[in-house]
């Protein structure tokens, strides 16, 4: 099965070019609904207006070449090691979200347009690589979905509870659960044409509601990382105090409250959000 091209059984029913037709289409609903997003919420202007601010707060220049390579580190750190997240466990789960994502639709793609015709066959390794993709998207997903998500963790909220903010991750996991299942019982009659129903529903709604769901953020976020990258650099640090050592003289000077209230010495205390796991619900 793992090796085999579901979408190539899938061509006796669904002509290639309409399979194809359908990819094209989804590749507009995510450009359409990463700009209306953006229009809508005017997030391009909030950035572009952000960053203008951060300049004129800057307290050195940064060259082109800086610029350069904090792009460059932004991403080999932020986009392809997922860096930005501090708890490990959520680091890991989302790289495997994101790589099994990725896998899985380049791997799509390939096959629709490459191996749905009568004489063509895939290359077992393609097919390997969108059953793994998949895999890999539900393991990552399933594992934020039940023991991660902070709403679960330490809110006492149950998993099975469902808001807005969820769609993305939920019709990512249907899609892929639905595409695995779909494959499984290949040759399965009719329940194997709900599985492929259910697969096409979720992935539509997946692709299709970009405006409202999470899914931009795999664009946003790196432009994001970028600036932050920026900010430090510039010492413009958006507004924020820097990372001062409380036992500094010049920053007691700077902060006579600090020997008064805490002694000349003041012990480091460490980051009160990283003290202790939160359970409190
Ligand atoms: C390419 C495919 C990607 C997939 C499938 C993906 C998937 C996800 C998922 C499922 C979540 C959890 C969303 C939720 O809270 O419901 C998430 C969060 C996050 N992702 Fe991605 N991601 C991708 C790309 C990226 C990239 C390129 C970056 C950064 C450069 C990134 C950075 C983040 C961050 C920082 C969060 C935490 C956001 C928050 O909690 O508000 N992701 N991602």
Redesign the pocket.
């Given at each position: 099965m793992i090796t085999s091209n579901p979408f190539a059984e899938l061509s006796a029913i669904i002509p290639s070019f309409a399979m194809q037709a359908y990819v094209v289409a989804m590749f507009l609903l995510v450009i359409g609904g990463t700009v209306l997003d953006m229009i809508h919420k005017k997030s391009a202007q909030y950035f572009f207006e952000n960053a203008k601010k951060a300049e004129k707060e800057a307290k050195r220049t940064v060259s082109g070449g800086d610029k350069a390579s904090m792009m460059v580190a932004t991403v080999t750190s932020?986009?392809l090691t997922?860096s930005?997240?501090q708890n490990p466990r959520r680091r890991l789960s989302?790289l495997f979200?994101?790589y099994g994502?990725?896998a899985f639709v380049a791997s799509t793609v390939w096959l629709i347009f490459g191996y749905t015709s009568a004489d063509a066959v895939a290359p077992s390794w393609l097919a390997t690589t969108w059953h793994l993709g998949a895999a890999s998207l539900c393991f990552g997903?399933y594992w934020?979905w039940f023991f991660i998500?902070v709403d679960v963790v330490s809110e006492g909220v149950k998993w099975h509870d469902l808001r807005k903010?969820?769609m993305?991750?939920v019709s990512?996991l249907l899609m892929a659960t639905f595409a695995l299942l779909w494959s499984a019982t290949m040759g399965g009659g009719t329940l194997n044409m709900l599985l492929c129903i259910l697969f096409i529903l979720s992935s539509t709604f997946l692709f299709s509601t970009v405006m409202w769901s999470?899914f931009a953020?795999?664009f946003f976020?790196?432009a994001a990382?970028y600036q932050k990258r920026v900010t430090r650099a510039d010492e413009s640090r958006e507004n924020l105090p820097g990372d001062f050592d409380l036992t500094d003289p010049a920053v007691q000077k700077r902060f006579p409250d600090i020997p008064e209230y805490m002694g000349k010495n003041p012990s480091y205390m460490g980051h009160g959000i990283r003290r202790e796991r939160p359970h409190h619900y």
């Open positions: 932020e986009v997922s930005e997240f989302h979200t994101m994502f990725i997903g934020f998500r903010a969820d993305f991750i990512l999470k953020h795999m976020k790196p990382a």
